[in-house]
């Protein structure tokens, strides 16, 4: 464990807060195309009521509410994070669900145990190899023969933020390496949607079937073996 990097993005986080975003309707509408394509992925589980869920790097855990709303038991949902006082209003907004201050290089569960492991933005927080390396291996470990990673992160550089880097195909690869990539690209650049203003109900649907114009790769990595 790096505790160095552990302190890099804790730092980071407190400084950074999103919260302009939450009223900005280019941001929302991204969003709600992201969560349909999610649905749209889950409609085609098989028994996804009775799946054990992992959120890794779960923020505020709305990712997880999504989960239940698709119908998942809440006693299935599970969601780990660095951050303290993200995993404290976590728990305040869904206390059904099991919410753990932790580092995701260590992940306190057995062998085997979870369905789906989704994995949000998160491995582009992450500078340090050996951390990301570690923390690939964690949810390799836990996740159930048969069970799936839901992937959504960054493909891009961030050119005004260094403490992000672009996860390409290559880089999640290397992190999975037996693992099939069924990726796509998603989610209008961000700094164009929230520059949409009111126009965003229009234009961003348009802007958003613009390939190169997407930031994000979103999908399923499945073991080859
Ligand atoms: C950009 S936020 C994404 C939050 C959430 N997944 C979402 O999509 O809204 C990245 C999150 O990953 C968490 N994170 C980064 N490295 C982590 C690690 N090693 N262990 C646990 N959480 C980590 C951060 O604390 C932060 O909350």
């Not at 749209?40 to 799946?51: I, K, V």
């Amino acid at each position: 464990m790096n505790s160095q990097e552990v302190d890099r993005i804790k730092a980071f986080y407190r400084r950074w807060e999103p919260t302009y975003d939450h009223g900005n309707s280019g941001y929302l509408r991204s969003l709600d195309e992201r969560n349909m394509h999610l649905k749209h992925l889950l409609a085609g589980f098989p028994g996804l009521a009775r799946c054990r869920i992992l959120d890794v790097g779960c923020g505020y855990g709305d990712l997880l509410n999504l989960f239940h709303q698709q119908g998942v038991s809440a006693d299935g949902l599970v969601g780990i994070d660095l951050l303290p006082n993200r995993i404290e209003t976590a728990r305040q907004r869904y206390p059904d669900f099991t919410f753990k201050e932790a580092n995701a290089e260590e992940i306190d569960f057995p062998d085997n145990y979870f369905d789906i492991v989704t994995v949000f933005t998160v491995f582009s927080s992450i500078l340090d190899r050996n951390m990301a390396h570690n923390v690939a291996r964690g949810i390799m470990r836990v996740l159930a023969s048969g069970g799936v990673i839901v992937w959504y992160d960054m493909r891009y550089p961030n050119p005004w933020n260094r403490n992000i880097r672009p996860m390409t195909k290559r880089r999640i690869s290397e992190l999975f390496p037996s693992f099939e990539l069924r990726l796509k690209a998603l989610t209008l650049l961000p700094p164009l949607a929230r520059h949409l203003g009111r126009g965003a109900n229009s234009i961003h649907p348009l802007l958003s079937t613009v390939p190169i114009l997407r930031s994000h790769y979103f999908g399923l990595l499945r073991p080859t073996r």
